[in-house]
């Protein structure tokens, strides 16, 4: 499985555009790259999963450059409501199966 | 459409007790997989289900153990409890009909042993 190397934490302004950037050297051809939002006492959430270059949802986006060594989750505009921890992942389907490991993530602290 | 749903929400046991935990899967999923988080820590990978089997286990020993009922449902069970083993424990739930990763997490649920 390809080890996820992220900030552990970050502080941001509220309104500001915060980007968390992950570190997946030896991702693998089949790997996806997956980000999750976790509030405490609460399970992950999905935010955004991609393969390559950019993918945009209603709630961020994803950056993810032609090496696929790393990759960027952007927030536009964040308010106190995305303080979290955010996780980022790599993994793929093989032969039906699915794995999901985590690692630390980034705690992200959006001040007023 | 319901999510993931976790049963009880907190429990509390005492050391070397028995404890079975419950979630049932999102509508539509297939798989389940079970989680263990420590406070401050991710969540770490316990073992994952489908069609009733267990197809992949993480670095849990032997007193942990699951089952998969023909409704998709699912069971963790831990025996003999250890202290260490106080922690929020997570049931997500996924399809392997979706490419790449869609798993849906539940609230959890609060595992405190004494």
């Known amino acids: 499985l390809a080890k996820t190397t992220q900030p552990i934490s970050m502080d941001s302004y509220e309104g500001q555009e915060v980007n968390i950037t992950c570190s997946h050297n030896?991702?693998?051809?089949?790997?996806?790259i997956t980000w999750y939002q976790q509030f405490p006492s609460q399970g992950p959430r999905f935010i955004i999963q991609?393969?390559?270059t950019k993918v945009t949802n209603e709630v961020a986006s994803l950056f993810i450059p032609a090496d696929r060594k790393s990759s960027t989750l952007s927030l536009p505009r964040v308010s106190l409501s995305d303080t979290a921890v955010y996780y980022c992942?790599?993994?793929?389907?093989?032969?039906?199966?699915?794995?999901?490991?985590f690692g630390t993530g980034t705690k992200l602290q959006v001040i007023p | 459409d319901a999510g993931v749903t976790q049963s009880p929400t907190h429990l509390i046991k005492t050391r070397g007790q028995q404890v079975t935990l419950r979630c049932s899967p999102k509508s539509g999923h297939d798989t389940v997989s079970w989680y263990q988080q420590a406070l401050g820590q991710g969540p770490q990978f316990i073992f994952q289900y489908y069609e009733e089997e267990e197809r992949q286990r993480g670095n849990f020993p032997d007193r942990f153990s699951g089952h998969q009922f023909p409704n998709y449902s699912s069971e963790l069970n831990v025996n003999a409890l250890l202290l260490g083993d106080s922690a929020l424990y997570l049931c997500a739930s996924s399809t392997d009909r979706v490419l790449g990763y869609g798993y849906t997490f539940g609230s959890g649920t609060r595992l405190t042993v004494v």
């Open positions: 030896n991702i693998a051809t089949n790997d996806y």
């Open positions: 992942l790599v993994g793929m389907n093989s032969g039906g199966y699915q794995k999901v490991t």
């Open positions: 991609g393969y390559k």
